[in-house]
């Protein structure tokens, strides 16, 4: 399953209830970005340095990866292809260029896209997070309408959910998981 979707938009809160709600695991990414304050290694990303990515990345070992922001972010394959094996759910948070990747190994993957209530909502989350500079705010604002629009050209992502009550939107998921889940089964017979 993939999550995307522009800054401030509650990717990684939508991400931590999934996990919570239903029998999956959270695919922890690498990057080469400096740790936040109240990040822990291992939970919210593999901190490495470019070197290390880099070698992993060159080796195969990358299910998707792309550069943002000035630093590099990928998703390791081997505990992906682990928890697939056996039976496993896995989220992944990724962006656009991600999700593409990783459709074209996993075609049947589930793909949803985060939308803010509003831009000014957006603005508001990404401020009280109180991570980024006013310039770094600035850019992923001003980004967030072409990652929108791309997304939608796409053609990537299975759902659009606007995120403006968490609950509803787990629920939005885990229902249409639901429903495809019986689809398959059905299908199946």
Known sequence: MVISGPSGVGKSTVCERLCEALPAEFSVSYTTRPIRAGETEGRNYRFVSPEEFERVR???GMLECAQVYGHWYGTPLEPVRRALDEGRSIILEIDIHGAMQVRRVYADARAYFLLPPSPEEQRRRIIDRRTDAATEIARRLER???EIRF????GCYNR???NDDLDGTVREIIEDIQRE?????SAAK
């Open 151 to 154: 997304a939608h050209e796409s």
């Open 160 to 162: 659009f959910i606007v």
């Open 181 to 185: 889940v019986a689809h398959d089964r």
């Open 58 to 60: 060159i080796g195969g």
């Open 144 to 146: 967030a309408d072409g």
